[in-house]
């Protein structure tokens, strides 16, 4: 089952780039760039009248395995499952990002409300699995 699961995480970011990149304006692609773009993205699809926060596990799972993606490549992770969480990725520092989690999360209650994929990105990337986090404690 897991390599199943592997399987539509990778063709959900095969679909991000194909769907995504012609619409964008930035060299679209496993980067930090594309998930600023993908974060206005959402933005724009909450703004929507016809917008359903209830509606949303098809963008959640192509675009969490996005920005799940964007982390590994960026940080040198690699996806992990765990039994009681789900899918997320695992960081060098042991950590786990749940990046479907935060999608959703960003859907439902936008950047007002601090869920920015943007910032979850960052946050990951540069402090959590280079292990300036743990060490500004």
């Excluded at 990105?121 to 280079?130: I, R, W």
Aim: charged fraction near 30%; include cysteine.
């Amino acid at each position: 089952m897991d390599d199943q699961e592997l399987q539509w995480i990778r063709e959900n970011v095969d679909l991000a780039i194909e769907q995504l990149g012609p619409i964008s304006d930035v060299d679209f692609g496993l980067n930090r760039e594309s998930v600023e773009w993908v974060e206005g993205f959402i933005e724009r699809r909450r703004a929507r009248p016809d917008f359903d926060p209830e509606q949303v596990d098809g963008l959640v799972g192509v675009l969490g395995s996005f920005l799940g993606a964007c982390i590994a490549a960026a940080a040198g992770g690699r996806w992990h499952k765990r039994d009681e969480d789900g899918w997320g990725v695992l960081l060098p520092d042991g950590s786990t990002a749940f990046p479907f989690t935060k999608v959703r999360k960003q859907l439902r209650d936008g950047v007002e409300a601090g869920e920015s994929i943007a910032s979850f990105y960052q946050v990951a990337v540069d402090y959590v699995a280079t292990g300036k986090l743990r060490d500004s404690r």
